[in-house]
């Protein structure tokens, strides 16, 4: 997901991971820009709309199943998402 978000970025001109080994946990992540956008401001980017698309799923997802309430623990409508995703 994230690779598929950052080449949303008109600015990012490549983006690309791989996995070295199965049984490591490491990653090799690959972002190359414009001149005038660095990778880790495209990275930040891609990472804070990443999380505002899970919480507008969240979000839709809460109220198609009936399940979303306020902190006081009310029942309310959040949005219509009948479009959103």
Do not use: M, W
């Amino acid at each position: 997901f994230l690779k598929v978000q950052l080449l949303k970025d008109p600015q990012v001109l490549f983006a690309g991971y791989k996995v070295p080994h199965p049984l490591e946990h490491k990653i090799i992540i690959r972002v190359q820009t414009t001149p005038d956008y660095s990778p880790q401001e495209a990275f930040t980017n891609a990472i804070t709309n990443l999380i505002s698309e899970l919480s507008l799923l969240e979000e839709c997802f809460q109220v198609r199943a009936g399940i979303a309430k306020t902190q006081e623990g009310e029942v309310t409508l959040i949005r219509d998402c009948t479009t959103a995703l």
